[in-house]
């Protein structure tokens, strides 16, 4: 089961941080992804890590602004979010796949476990 927290209320300019923790098995060896999904849009990824952190993904409306990461000890992945936009208003998703990969993956059809998604709201 993946947990999301972290979300909430912040106004342009400001920063997050949301966490993603997985209960039950370790997240070690498993591709990870955070996507949000706005009302009336389709769920995007956001940004996305393998299975050491060694590679990352962002999508070009984010890069340079957020930033995953993963932490074993805690088994839980991060997603900072930094000089945030109105735009950036979404529910946010964890995603994972149990199935070992070296690499990441982006598109949603490829994740198995998803969170129940924390609410970010950025007021200008």
């Known amino acids: 089961q993946l947990v999301e927290s972290g979300g909430g209320p912040v106004q342009a300019g400001g920063s997050l941080t949301l966490s993603c923790a997985l209960s039950?098995?370790?997240?070690?060896?498993?591709?990870m992804a955070w996507f949000r999904q706005a009302p009336g849009n389709e769920r995007d990824i956001v940004a996305a890590?393998?299975?050491?952190?060694?590679?990352?993904y962002y999508s070009d409306s984010v890069k340079g602004r957020f930033t995953i990461s993963r932490d074993h000890t805690k088994n839980t992945v991060y997603l900072q979010l930094n000089s945030l936009k109105p735009e950036d208003t979404a529910v946010y998703y964890c995603?994972?796949?149990?199935?070992?990969?070296?690499?990441?993956?982006?598109?949603?059809?490829?994740?198995?476990?998803w969170g129940q998604g924390t609410q970010v709201t950025v007021s200008s």
């Open positions: 039950g098995r370790t997240i070690t060896w498993f591709p």
């Open positions: 890590i393998n299975w050491n952190g060694g590679k990352t």
């Open positions: 995603a994972a796949t149990m199935t070992p990969s070296t690499d990441y993956y982006i598109r949603s059809d490829e994740y198995s476990y």
